[in-house]
């Protein structure tokens, strides 16, 4: 136990976390059992030791992180190291990689049951369906999901400023004043570019060669969350990579599933099926016509957000293609999207309707035409990465 709180008190100690995420707020922490999902490298592992580190300090005992990945644990059970942690007046268990624990789902549910005075704070794949899939944690886990940057995270990170998100209510009747105060302290357009690129996944602050380590994230997510977590067989891997290739050179775009198909020889089901899987993995996003989501195909499939448009294709990728993937992955956090009509990219929440300005000043200030809307119908692309 001792050389777990040691590893606890240097992780906090030497964690630079220059970005307090919007997550944060949204736990309830009187809960005693909170999964956080999340796709690979949106910083899950950091979120809980600053998690720790804000609500407990790095001395307190009464909380401890713990990664699931160790050897230990391939000898002694979860239940049996949270009764002793509890045994030694603990109170927070924080656990990474739960899902490559066997049996995972039992030993919480069991921990709840045992310890009514232990909360569990738990991080696993966004691949996991909580809920659906483990009826042990029915009724008992409060389930969160810890996205990329937001663009007001990456620039509250880089140019150093403390701005807050806006629900989209806010954007879309308040956004001249909003587009002048934040301009006022930055210039947002300067850094949105960079965002796009690079923004999304916190390890661009890594000394490394982001497209390189993004490219590994990709593949770790399809060889271990997607492979392992729905239990498909490793031959099928360089079909499930390809799909997701040939998926991201056409993106955004209609879904023609019978070509898909025929160029990796699997049934149209197993297209399906691996469709949902990497939407699971927040690789993709998937849009549906108002009113046809249940049992239909979906009408628009998108890359997840712009990083990986730059990462997979080598070829030049549509500044267009990008601006628009960007809205879509902002508008889905908290927000019902569907494909639009009329010439609109999307509806939004059934009642307002997105595209994207064309002419030549939209490359330079890309900016989306609203209706309904307030104080002018024109709002800058950029201020819809405050939503969260």
Not at 57 to 85: K, M, P, Q, W
Not at 126 to 148: A, C, F, I, Q, T
Not at 239 to 258: D, H, I, M, Q, T
Not at 304 to 329: G, K, Q
Request: with cysteine.
């Amino acid at each position: 136990m001792e050389s777990f709180y040691r590893t606890h008190k240097y992780l906090l100690s030497h964690l630079n976390s220059s970005v307090r995420r919007g997550l944060m707020d949204e736990i309830n922490r009187q809960d005693r059992l909170i999964g956080i999902k999340g796709s690979r490298g949106v910083g899950k592992t950091t979120f809980l030791l600053s998690y720790a580190k804000e609500f407990f300090g790095t001395d307190n005992r009464d909380c401890l992180y713990i990664n699931l990945n160790h050897f230990f644990f391939s000898d002694r059970t979860l239940v049996d190291f949270a009764a002793e942690f509890l045994a030694q007046g603990g109170r927070t268990l924080l656990i990474d990689q739960v899902f490559k624990y066997p049996g995972w789902s039992k030993e919480l549910r069991q921990c709840y049951d045992c310890f009514p005075d232990l909360q569990i704070v738990f991080t696993g794949s966004s691949v996991m369906r909580l809920r659906e899939e483990n009826p042990d944690l029915w009724g008992k886990v409060s389930s969160y999901h810890l996205e990329g940057f937001s663009f007001r995270e990456y620039l509250n990170l880089t140019a150093g400023c403390r701005f807050r998100a806006f629900t989209l209510g806010e954007v879309v009747e308040g956004h001249a004043e909003m587009e002048k105060e934040i301009c006022s302290a930055v210039r947002p357009a300067e850094y949105f570019r960079d965002y796009l690129h690079h923004g999304f996944y916190p390890f661009f602050l890594e000394k490394r060669n982001f497209s390189e380590n993004l490219l590994k994230t990709m593949n770790m997510t399809l060889e271990v969350d997607v492979m392992y977590i729905r239990q498909i067989e490793q031959r099928y891997l360089p079909k499930l990579r390809r799909l997701f290739y040939l998926l991201s050179l056409g993106a955004p775009s209609a879904l023609n599933v019978s070509r898909l198909s025929q160029t990796i020889e699997v049934s149209r089901a197993t297209v399906m099926n691996y469709i949902h899987y990497l939407k699971e993995a927040r690789l993709v996003n998937l849009l549906y016509t108002a009113g046809d989501e249940a049992g239909r195909k979906p009408s628009k499939v998108y890359l997840n957000n712009s990083n990986l448009m730059y990462a997979v294709n080598r070829l030049p990728v549509s500044e267009a293609d990008v601006h628009e993937t960007f809205l879509c992955n902002q508008l889905l956090k908290d927000n019902r999207v569907n494909t639009g009509g009329k010439g609109a990219a999307f509806r939004v929440n059934g009642m307002y309707d997105f595209r994207m300005a064309k002419g030549a000043k939209a490359t330079q200030d890309p900016a989306v035409y609203c209706a309904p809307a307030g104080n002018g119908r024109m709002i800058p692309l950029w201020l819809f990465g405050f939503l969260y």
